[in-house]
């Protein structure tokens, strides 16, 4: 079935540091994929979205690409401040298959001052 | 639009009682789904339905689960009858087309004592 697999986490980094959180997919069909964003106490928020290969979804300094050929759709920011500690969920709808929303199991990142 | 609305947001209950959360839908979503979120396991799909119909709910751990869609505007999801280990954070989200994002709602902290 559907799967996605993200980096464990916590991720700790300072501010202006370089983010990378990887993610790769299984799916049967041809998926979209999406970039959640979860602040605490509060519901998960898309940040940012792409539907087919080698697209680019981007939002709030955040970039991800779809790699068909490395199923992967790894989360990038240049610099993170520490308004980006959350925790971020990569997901996939396979649009072949079921309608489900898979999501991976989330990556917390604290960016400390 | 409020977006997705949930209810309560904080419950507390005895062991053995019954729980009733509630979920209002964006207007004009046909997909709704029901996620259960906890430290040990993520964020788990419970079920989902489209057009008020349950597709799947291959995600309800057991029997003493149920989730209902009566129309377009409203779901619940029902423990009876509750244990401690049902404790975790119950989400609902709601989505307008098949494989594009799902918005969540803020979340219900349900703790069975």
């Given at each position: 079935g559907d799967s996605v697999t993200q980096m464990e986490g916590p991720v700790t980094l300072s501010e202006e540091a370089f983010l990378t959180i990887n993610c790769t997919y299984t799916a049967t069909g041809y998926p979209s994929l999406f970039w959640y964003v979860q602040y605490p106490g509060e519901g998960l928020q898309l940040l940012l979205k792409a539907t087919k290969a080698d697209d680019k979804g981007s939002n709030k300094g955040f970039e991800a690409t779809y790699r068909k050929e490395t199923t992967s759709f790894h989360l990038e920011k240049g610099s993170v401040q520490v308004s980006d500690s959350a925790v971020y969920f990569c997901a996939l709808s396979d649009r072949s298959g079921s309608e489900k929303l898979v999501f991976g199991k989330g990556t917390k990142l604290t960016v400390n001052p | 639009d409020a977006g997705v609305i949930q209810s309560p947001r904080h419950e507390v209950t005895e062991m053995g009682q019954e729980v009733t959360l509630r979920c209002k839908p964006i207007s004009g979503h046909n997909s709704l789904f029901w996620y259960r979120q906890t430290m040990m396991r993520g964020l788990e799909l419970l079920i989902y339905f489209n057009n008020n119909v349950?597709?799947?709910?291959?995600?309800?751990?057991?029997?003493r689960f149920s989730a209902k869609?009566?129309?377009?505007s409203f779901s619940t999801l029902k423990i009876?009858?509750?244990?401690?280990?049902?404790s975790a954070v119950y989400f609902c989200a709601s989505r307008g087309q098949p494989y594009t994002e799902a918005f969540f709602g803020q979340g219900t902290r349900l703790t069975v004592v």
């Open positions: - | 349950p597709i799947d709910d291959s995600g309800m751990p057991e029997d869609m009566p129309n377009a009876q009858p509750s244990e401690p280990r049902d």
